[in-house]
């Protein structure tokens, strides 16, 4: 195997475990490895609520980045050094540890010293289970109406608690966190009753 056609291979991400010079490779994921894992656990972060939309916009600001000074080392040599790639794996494990802090910090979760599940994730998951119980008949559309409306009620409750600040007081925030809970078991309550299967 020549080394253009090593070269080619490596810049596709594909193993070159039989070329001599890829010996020194052994155990280096490239970019394209790396960010796929990296994009991988930032999405099922967001997927499961254990980060927010500006936590996974600045995690992969920072991977860009990474992504750009890679780029520059590959610019001046076809390959990289075991240095640059001394630093690269460094960087990406930096990122790699702040992807898991921030997945693990409990920011977006009710009660959170420095977090609160604001109006929109709420809302979200909220939907996500009601069109849930919809789709698999454990609510009607009139119950689902029903459940709708009164989260409804409870985005206007915390608009008029917003319009006398910018922020929420910790009375608030505990009479929306108890409403929200409320009417989380209301839906959990209503899927569960068999209404539509009586």
């Known amino acids: 195997m020549n080394k253009k056609f090593a070269l080619m291979i490596a810049g596709l991400g594909i193993a070159t475990v039989t070329v001599p010079a890829a010996s020194a490779q052994a155990g ?6 790396r960010q796929a894992q990296l994009d991988r656990r930032i999405d099922q972060g967001l997927r499961t609520g254990q980060l927010t939309r500006g936590e996974a916009i600045r995690l992969r600001a920072e991977y860009r980045g990474i992504a750009e000074l890679e780029a520059r080392y590959r610019r001046s040599a076809p390959g990289l050094t075991a240095a640059e790639r001394r630093d690269l794996d460094r960087r990406f494990d930096v990122l790699s540890r702040k992807i898991r802090f921030e997945r693990r910090d409990n920011q977006n979760r009710p009660g959170a010293d420095n977090g609160w599940w604001n109006i929109n994730e709420r809302q979200r998951l909220l939907d996500q289970r009601i069109d849930q119980g919809v789709r698999r008949g454990q609510l009607t559309r009139a119950e689902a109406a029903r459940l709708r409306a009164e989260f409804r009620g409870i985005a206007a409750l915390e608009a008029r608690y917003r ?15 108890r409403r929200f809970d409320v009417l989380a078991r209301k839906i959990r309550w209503e899927r569960r009753d068999w209404q539509q299967r009586r």
């Open 163 to 177: 319009q006398s600040r910018p922020g929420l007081t910790a009375a608030e925030r505990a009479d929306l966190d």
């Open 28 to 33: 280096w994921q490239n970019i394209n490895q």
